[in-house]
């Protein structure tokens, strides 16, 4: 009795202490005219148990956000002051002009369980962030991926070929679930393009040995897993008490082992290859340049202005074997869920709407006679429809629905007397401004003309944010884009694509990192005679 009394004197005191903790918060933002909305990550936990999902928060929170006019609200995340940008002009500043003051993420040390994340680009910071983007941009120009683009095209035809074997090869197939087919082609691209090794992923119907190991490296944002990242955030060293880690062991020496022989193997062979590890071996050695005229505007606003303090040696070891292990598993990491995402949305939107997709099927077989019945980089980026069915898709169903900045230097908010402290963050809401009416008129359309040549220079580009932007901006952009058009193009030239009866109209997207849907997604494909 006398224990239970204790422990709910001990609940009473907690909730008192959260409650007079709010109320503090909610004085000290509402004393700067920034609304408070107490602690976001404790929130997104929360109604996570109460099965919704990050994205059920950010659009609820932007809606909110929007009805109040509030263009800069406040957060403290266990006593982290964080806040939510939703101001194109803000966001502009914050992302390019004053980027010095942004240049990390508001990000958690790594637990000593998951040893490859300390040396991958996305969770360094400062001076050895700057070093170790300024070494790995270079790999990723347009004559870099120029160069990865057969083996692109390679999996395009496993990926046709696997597609006419689940639907009966006999030109109609009735329903399919797209995902396992793009996960293959995602998977194998990676393989070969990023770690120069064979996925196997088309060879069977179940996920090889690869897959199953690319595929377990996903991360998943289940109640569980934002518990661990609360308790890692709040301190590493609890977090390394009770084992916590977010890959599993085998995995990461899966990826180690096959990538360290890689590496071995050219080197003692003295032999290059066509693959990331080799673009990362000559990065190591600064012998990549990137020439101005390969750059558009979002890579121009990436370029890191500053000079980087971070000497040679440090510099080298960044990318030293276990740097490119690290990265090699960072571009499976990022380039994976987000890739597949963005194909699985295509495929929908081309069955919803059949006049956009005979339009683009128009366009395809054109590019495809004039090339004499293969695709070249060149060639897919000639499709201006292409580009523009998949530039409405990343807006309308954009894969990463949030990105962050943690602040480097103290800044104060233009148009405010906040001052965000070193240490400090704020969060991008993506799909919130992707589905803005101000930004965007009928958001809810789907409108690959809202991107034509005409109209694309009246979108604010920074309410388009699928791939972030600044420096920090994704370093994959060319690699994902490349990758996506071969695999539709092989797609529209040679199925048919309807909704099927499990189709998801209206869509309902699953709690995944990515955005996808729930449940799979099944559509009906159809071969197309030539
Ligand atoms: C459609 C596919 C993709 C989408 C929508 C996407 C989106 C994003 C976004 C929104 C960010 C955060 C940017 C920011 O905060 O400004 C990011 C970062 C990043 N992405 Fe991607 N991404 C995609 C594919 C890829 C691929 C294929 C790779 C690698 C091969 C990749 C590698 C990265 C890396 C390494 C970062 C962190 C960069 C840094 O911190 O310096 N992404 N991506």
Redesign the pocket.
Do not use: H, Q
């Given at each position: 009795m006398g224990i239970l009394l204790i422990l709910a004197g001990l609940v009473v005191l907690l909730v008192l202490l959260w409650q007079w903790h709010y109320h503090k918060n909610k004085v000290y933002f509402e004393s700067k005219r920034i609304p408070y909305r107490g602690n976001g990550i404790f929130r997104v936990v929360l109604n996570s148990f109460k099965g919704l999902s990050i994205l059920d928060d950010v659009i609820s929170s932007y809606k909110r956000d929007k009805a109040e006019n509030a263009l800069v609200t406040g957060n403290n995340d266990f006593g982290v002051i964080t806040l939510g940008i939703q101001d194109p002009d803000l966001l502009k500043a914050i992302?390019v002009k004053d980027f010095d003051h942004f240049a990390d993420?508001r990000m958690f040390s790594a637990p000593k369980n998951d040893y490859l994340f300390k040396k991958m680009?996305?969770f360094q910071k400062g001076e050895q962030?700057k070093a170790l983007?300024s070494k790995l941009s270079p790999t990723f120009t347009t004559g870099k991926i120029k160069r990865l683009f057969s083996l692109f095209d390679q999996s395009g035809k496993k990926l046709v070929k696997y597609v006419e074997q689940e639907i009966g090869g006999n030109g109609d197939g009735g329903e399919f679930d797209i995902i396992e087919a793009y996960s293959k082609f995602t998977m194998d691209i990676i393989a070969s393009s990023?770690c120069g090794i064979d996925s196997h992923a088309f060879d069977q119907k179940e996920p090889s040995f690869f897959e199953k190991m690319g595929q377990k490296m996903q991360l998943s944002f289940d109640g569980f897993t934002l518990l661990k990242i609360i308790v890692i955030s709040l301190s590493t060293t609890i977090g390394d008490f009770f084992g916590f880690s977010f890959f599993a062991r085998d995995v990461q020496d899966f990826f180690s082992v096959a990538i360290k022989s890689s590496i071995h193997d050219r080197q003692v062979k003295n032999e290059k290859r066509n693959d990331f590890i080799q673009l990362m071996l000559e990065a190591r050695e600064d012998k990549l340049k990137i020439e101005d005229h390969e750059l558009d505007r979002f890579e121009r606003d990436a370029i890191i202005k500053t000079e980087t303090t971070t000497d040679k040696a440090s510099t080298a070891e960044l990318l030293d074997d276990d740097g490119i292990v690290a990265n090699a598993v960072?571009?499976m990491l990022?380039?994976y869920d987000?890739?597949q995402?963005?194909l699985i949305f295509v495929a929908y939107a081309l069955a919803l709407y059949p006049d956009i997709q005979d339009k683009l099927r128009t366009e395809i077989d054109q590019v495809l006679e004039e090339n004499g019945g293969e695709f070249s980089y060149d060639s897919l980026n000639k499709m201006t429809y292409l580009d523009m069915v998949i530039n409405e898709t990343?807006r309308f169903y954009?894969?990463?629905t949030v990105?962050?900045?943690g602040c480097t230097k103290d800044y104060k908010i233009p148009g405010t007397e906040f001052i965000l402290k070193k240490g400090q963050g704020l969060i991008?809401p993506?799909y919130g401004l992707h589905h803005d009416a101000d930004y965007f008129p009928e958001p809810e359309k789907f409108d690959p003309e809202r991107f034509s040549a005409e109209n694309k220079a009246k979108i604010n580009q920074y309410a388009y944010?699928?791939?972030?932007?600044?420096p920090?901006?994704?370093?994959?952009?060319r690699?994902?884009l490349a990758?996506?058009k071969v695999a539709i193009s092989h797609l529209v030239h040679n199925f048919r694509i309807e909704p099927s009866k499990k189709t998801l109209i209206p869509m309902k997207f699953s709690k995944s990192n990515s955005l996808k849907p729930q449940g799979g997604m099944f559509l009906g494909l159809h071969k197309i005679q030539h």
């Open positions: 992302l993420r680009l996305f962030w983007r990023v960072l571009f990022a380039g987000t890739t995402s963005l990343l954009p894969p990463a990105t962050d900045r991008i993506i944010l699928p791939f972030g932007g600044g920090r901006n994704c370093i994959g952009m690699f994902a990758e996506v």
